[in-house]
């Protein structure tokens, strides 16, 4: 049972290129989040997808999009990577829309760095 | 907005000491509240919650109090274990976000030492 799987695991981008970061959930989860952590600022929002075919902007969305590509896969995409991006990244899911009913399962992360 | 502030860390303690994490929290309406835990190199990972005003959660020996008076969830536990060492995370999801998103707290890391 392998939950959610963030890949790639380590990045290292210089400023202005792009990529995408992928993630999947093997739970049939309804809900994907991605979160950003940076020291000193605990995790933040970028995005969510409360159900398949929906997506909705968090606390810090500028510079990413997002995809749900199915209900198994959410994608981070940074189209021009910025220093100010570097950061622990994690998708996270849960079994239905209201977090009090359905806790989230996290991913280990992706450690990006922009140079 | 919803905020969360925690007691900064780290927190270093011995084996079988008493653990309290303070958290306390700004939010409109009644949020509901958790404590969120992520060990060395993985994400988080849900350790209890309380939905309403004077509930109790508990799990692993650690228990939280949801106080409204106080706007507080603070974190105990009787007896810390080495392998309580991680980073312990308060949350709280409201009816502004529909109950649909959590806002975290910046974490507080536990340290144990034998």
């Known amino acids: 049972n392998a939950g959610v799987t963030q890949t790639p695991k380590f990045q290292v981008l210089k400023t202005g290129q792009s990529m995408t970061l992928q993630c999947a959930q093997d739970?049939?989860?309804?809900?994907m989040y991605w979160y950003r952590q940076d020291p000193g600022m605990g995790l933040r929002l970028i995005y969510y997808?409360?159900?398949?075919?929906?997506?909705d902007k968090g606390e810090v969305p500028n510079g990413y999009n997002v995809s749900r590509l199915n209900k198994r896969e959410f994608s981070l995409r940074l189209e021009s990577a910025a220093p100010s991006q570097t950061s622990v990244y994690f998708c996270?899911?849960?079994?239905?829309?209201?977090?009090?009913?359905?806790?989230?399962?996290f991913g280990n992360g992706t450690r990006l760095t922009v140079t | 907005g919803d905020s969360v502030t925690q007691m900064e860390g780290p927190v270093t303690l011995s084996e079988e000491a008493f653990l309290t994490i303070n958290c306390t929290y700004t939010?409109?309406?009644?949020?509901?509240l958790f404590w969120y835990v992520q060990y060395p190199g993985e994400g988080l990972q849900l350790l209890l919650k309380?939905?309403?005003?004077?509930d109790k959660g508990s799990n692993k020996g650690f228990e939280a109090t949801y106080r409204k008076e106080t706007t507080s969830f603070h974190l105990e536990k009787g007896s810390v274990q080495v392998s309580d060492s991680a980073v312990y995370f308060c949350?709280?999801?409201?009816?502004?976000?529909?109950?649909?998103?959590?806002?975290f707290g910046k974490g507080t890391m536990l340290l144990v030492s034998p």
């Open positions: 949350a709280l999801s409201d009816r502004e976000s529909g109950y649909s998103t959590l806002t």
């Open positions: 939010a409109t309406g009644y949020p509901s």
């Open positions: 996270a899911s849960s079994e239905f829309r209201s977090v009090m009913n359905s806790p989230l399962h």
């Open positions: 739970m049939n989860h309804n809900s």
């Open positions: 309380a939905t309403k005003a004077d």
């Open positions: 997808s409360a159900s398949e075919g929906t997506t």
